[in-house]
């Protein structure tokens, strides 16, 4: 299983370093140095409000929906040309999504100490603290997060999951299961648009890995010098993001510009990975995307990752390669985990580790 590739002690992890809410609340004058980016860093961010990432209608994909030929395409353009859209109509209640609001908020209120029960072991991607850290010298986040490895269910580290709040552990398990039921309708949808059996696909993500990031951003008086979360692109299939606060944060590189996103209520923002752009031979493109922060508001989000199973290769679809040729590499799953985790973020430069030159 890929969860037990993960939880070895070889494949490597993320360097320790200060916890990033405790930092803020000492009402610091000056941000330390390694949290400061360079003006060209920050880039420019696009000041239009008429430029929106697509919206997809779960329902619609549906094959006995009278709208599906239409939703379907609209579905293959957000794929190829965005590599992101929000996904409406999912099935998981209002109800729920505040439940799992809650009770988030509740875990990072927790003291320092006991959030730090569940701190990261050396050599381990799992745990309460920051990732892809991967030297003394690199520039840091501005944000905590708490990584859990949460499907395959059978391969839990329940030693990461907290106790506190008392039904935590139970809401991130139906949060989970959801998920997991609305990962192989995309995929099959996808499959469809790229003209390959939707069985293929999806049974590459049967068993796959779900890896579940918490992320917890405080206000930063210098917001406009520091970065939440490095540019980059997931490493991963798909990823499922839940915004859980009204403070806004994520933003995608589009023309060269950061284009901010503003959540639907409601909605899951959904983006294609690494591992979906090679396996569809480019014809999906995994975005840049970064976090920003607020300078007196925290921001809340959780990020959900799914990666295929581990007997599953990460390279083209032969059905796509063999039209074109293949402009990826194909290697082992577990040759492939061990370079991201080795990786720190670098926009799409774990991508290009996989790119042939001559495609």
Not at 285 to 301: A, N, Q, Y
Request: net charge negative; glycine share 6%; proline share 6%.
């Amino acid at each position: 299983m890929e969860t037990e590739v993960l939880h070895r002690s070889d494949i490597g992890g993320s360097v320790p370093v200060e916890n990033v809410q405790a930092l803020a609340s000492k009402g610091l004058k000056e941000v330390p140095p390694r949290y400061l980016r360079a003006t060209s860093e920050l880039s420019e961010v696009w000041e239009t409000e008429s430029l929106e990432i697509p919206i997809i209608d779960m329902n619609k994909l549906a094959e006995d929906h009278p709208d599906h030929s239409d939703e379907i395409e609209k579905f293959h353009l957000a794929c190829k040309e965005w590599g992101f859209f929000q996904l409406i109509n999912h099935g998981i209640s209002e109800e729920f999504i505040h439940q799992l609001k809650t009770e988030t908020e509740e875990f990072f209120k927790l003291p320092l100490e006991e959030k730090k029960n569940y701190d990261q072991l050396p050599n381990s991607i799992e745990g309460y603290g920051q990732a892809f850290v991967v030297s003394e010298d690199q520039k840091l986040d501005w944000g905590d997060m708490l990584f859990l490895l949460a499907q395959p269910a059978s391969q839990r580290n329940l030693r990461f999951w907290p106790k506190n709040p008392a039904s935590f552990r139970a809401t991130l398990d139906s949060y989970s299961s959801e998920l997991v039921r609305i990962l192989p309708f995309l995929l099959r949808a996808m499959a469809k648009n790229l003209g390959v059996s939707p069985d293929v696909l999806a049974s590459m993500f049967e068993e796959g890995t779900q890896g579940i990031r918490l992320n917890f951003y405080p206000p930063c008086k210098q917001a406009n010098e520091v970065m939440g979360l490095t540019p980059h692109s997931d490493a991963t299939g798909l990823t499922l993001l839940t915004q859980l606060n009204d403070v806004d944060g994520l933003q995608i590189k589009k023309s060269g510009k950061w284009l901010p996103i503003k959540p639907l209520p409601r909605a899951f923002i959904v983006n294609v990975g690494d591992v979906i752009e090679i396996m569809s031979n480019g014809q999906y493109k995994s975005i840049e995307h970064r976090g920003v922060v607020h300078p007196e508001k925290e921001r809340l989000s959780i990020a959900a990752f799914h990666s295929p199973n581990m007997q599953a290769k990460i390279g083209p679809l032969p059905d796509l390669a063999g039209k074109s040729g293949a402009r990826y590499k194909t290697s082992t799953h577990e040759d492939y985990v061990r370079t991201v985790v080795a990786s720190k973020l670098d926009g799409k430069s774990l991508l290009d580790q996989f790119r042939l030159s001559d495609a």
